[in-house]
């Protein structure tokens, strides 16, 4: 079974009841989109007409904000997605996007008339960009004025196309209205470019009458490995819906509770799932307020990323990406991969995207994470594990962005990684350092030549002379390195260390911390510049700086392990700490500024 990634993103399962018949839709297979400048795309956009009649607005009409078309649009139309078609041959044409900040709290809304129906119900196909909206909110108004909110959907950002679902079923008065307006707002933005998308948007009920209907599951979703939510298309009977007895589950899974609120039943597992297995879940013997009885429903799903896609190392991971990768463009990939094996972080970017280089036995990659989700506090010789993400070409540049929040603590700390030796003839051999990618890398003896001053210049690339050849190779603009600006450039020839990256063909050094650069450069803070007492310590350990230019901000301890056990937040630079509570022994006390960081050792008595 193929991986359904239900533990990182909750993904909804569609199965309408008997009866229920498509009552308008829209595939927006006519709209026309530009992406750059001016959109064009319509703000008056007409049902399918095989579906009835109906309008979507964007023009500020009907309950609609007014979305700019023009420049700096906030609507747009990119290519569209099969997941949700109506039609008997699925195809995919054209989604309808809303687009950029400004577009933060608007809306548009959509006109049709449900007589002779109840029960109705939405789905749709929907995907974002990173910097898109993180949430989606719908509404409803019988007189396109007064609207009555229904539901936010949140985590809308997604990067693949994803079928979402929201009932509407228990508004009584969307039952046989001669017409209905359905509002969708977004918010959450985060940059101009930034969207989310929806595709196939199909409103369906059921024929007007006698409720003859039994219940039926719209959506599930694994919220952890002890939790499942079922939405349901109607009230529920309160003593059926939370039996257990009516949930059964396989593969050495059990439900210990059914919690019933509204149109959901929230399921708790004892004992818990397993990553990778796959799970039946059979519903039965459910009933409505009425006492319509469902028949059993099967759901079958993997709880998080099943075993065809959990990879050992970072050579197994970037072997997931079969296909060349391209400086002309970018590619996002759709599966989510587990790591499982443990890597070191050999760079930390926090200026650009939050990228985080890691690297192991096998080789190395870049982990692109512009939301944070990643919010244990990292830093370089950190061991970690368990990272959860897809893949990316980015121009030639493979990123693991990752999709899962993490804040497991550093299995250790202080990991060296012993960098690749490279010569200048080798940084500029593209098809070689592509076999080298994020790798740490160490070029000796190489001279930076100044540009149009001796001091180092943020933002600038710097060429490289090795025994007496010259050619591009230095980045300094990329960790946009804190006291480094300004500074002299080495006059001598140095040994240079940093990451390897990509940039649209070309392959540079980039260097962390002014360490990086060798000699004439200088050190921002070592051990020699604190003090530490009483060393051994019985209670209170107090540290004292011998120089003003380091802020701190944590105090953290750790065991010879590399095990976090004790943190302390630091403010007006007071850096006594209570140690106390620790068994006797060695320890490692790491102060930090939030950027940088400092280590020493002392020892418990």
Not at 17 to 37: K, P, R
Request: aromatic residues 10%; negative net charge; proline residues 3%.
């Amino acid at each position: 079974m193929k991986k359904v990634s239900l533990l990182l993103l909750s993904i909804l399962f569609v199965s309408f009841g008997f009866g229920q018949e498509i009552v308008c839709a829209w595939t927006f297979d006519d709209l026309t989109g530009n992406n750059s400048g001016a959109s064009n795309t319509a703000k008056v956009i007409a049902s399918n007409p095989a579906w009835g009649a109906g309008t979507l607005y964007a023009d500020g009409t009907n309950g609609s904000d007014d979305l700019n078309n023009g420049p700096s649009p906030e609507i747009n139309a990119f290519n569209g997605s099969t997941l949700n078609d109506p039609r008997d041959e699925a195809v995919a044409t054209k989604d309808l996007a809303i687009v950029n900040t400004t577009a933060n709290g608007k809306g548009v809304v959509f006109k049709f008339s449900t007589t002779g129906y109840q029960n109705l119900m939405l789905s749709y196909a929907q995907r974002g960009t990173a910097t898109g909206f993180s949430s989606e909110t719908w509404s409803y108004s019988t007189d396109g004025v007064n609207f009555t909110e229904l539901q936010t959907l949140t985590g809308t950002n997604v990067t693949t196309y994803t079928l979402r679902e929201v009932s509407l079923s228990s508004v009584v008065a969307l039952n046989d209205a001669a017409v209905v307006y359905i509002r969708l707002s977004v918010d959450g933005c985060t940059s101009g470019s930034g969207n989310n998308r929806i595709d196939n948007v199909v409103f369906r009920a059921n024929m007007s009458g006698p409720d003859v209907y039994a219940p039926v599951i719209t959506s599930h979703s694994v919220e952890s490995a002890t939790t499942m939510k079922l939405n349901f298309n109607e009230g529920l009977d309160a003593a059926t819906a939370q039996n257990t007895a009516n949930y059964q589950i396989d593969n050495g899974a059990g439900i210990s509770a059914a919690t019933l609120s509204g149109n959901q039943v929230t399921l708790t597992f004892s004992p818990a799932l397993s990553e990778g297995i796959a799970y039946t879940l059979v519903v039965n013997n459910v009933a409505d307020v009425t006492g319509n009885v469902m028949s059993p429903d099967t759901l079958a799903f993997t709880y998080g990323v099943s075993e065809e896609f959990q990879v050992a190392n970072i050579a197994a991971l970037r072997a997931k990406w079969t296909d060349a990768l391209d400086i002309n463009g970018t590619h996002f990939g759709n599966d989510v991969y587990k790591l499982t094996g443990n890597v070191i972080v050999t760079g930390i970017n926090d200026s650009y995207r939050h990228q985080i280089f890691i690297q192991d036995a096998t080789g190395a990659i870049v982990i692109d994470d512009p939301n944070g989700k990643i919010t244990t506090s990292l830093e370089t010789g950190d061991e970690i594990t368990g990272l959860y993400g897809t893949l990316t070409d980015y121009y030639g540049l493979l990123q693991f962005a990752v999709t899962e929040d993490y804040n497991a603590p550093a299995l250790s700390i202080y990991n060296d990684v012993a960098p690749l030796t490279v010569t200048l003839a080798e940084l500029q051999n593209v098809e070689y350092m592509n076999a080298h990618q994020c790798e740490l890398i160490r070029m000796e003896t190489a001279k930076i030549n100044p540009l149009t001053s001796n001091m180092f210049e943020n933002g600038k690339k710097y060429t490289l002379t090795q025994n007496g050849q010259t050619g591009n190779g230095l980045w300094i603009h990329f960790y946009n390195i804190e006291g480094l600006t300004g500074e002299q450039i080495p006059s001598q020839p140095t040994n240079l260390t940093g990451v390897n990256k990509i940039s649209y063909g070309e392959y540079y050094l980039i260097p962390r911390t002014g360490f990086d650069l060798g000699t004439d450069v200088p050190n921002y803070l070592n051990e020699n510049d604190l003090d530490v007492y009483p060393n051994p310590a019985a209670d209170r350990l107090t540290v004292s700086l011998r120089t003003d230019q380091f802020q701190v901000t944590q105090m953290a301890v750790y065991d010879l392990n590399g095990r976090l056990v004790l943190s302390q937040p630091v403010s007006d630079n007071q850096l006594t700490l209570n140690v106390g509570q620790l068994s006797s022994g060695s320890y490692f006390l790491r102060l930090s500024d939030g950027k940088f960081s400092v280590t020493t050792k002392f020892v418990k008595k």
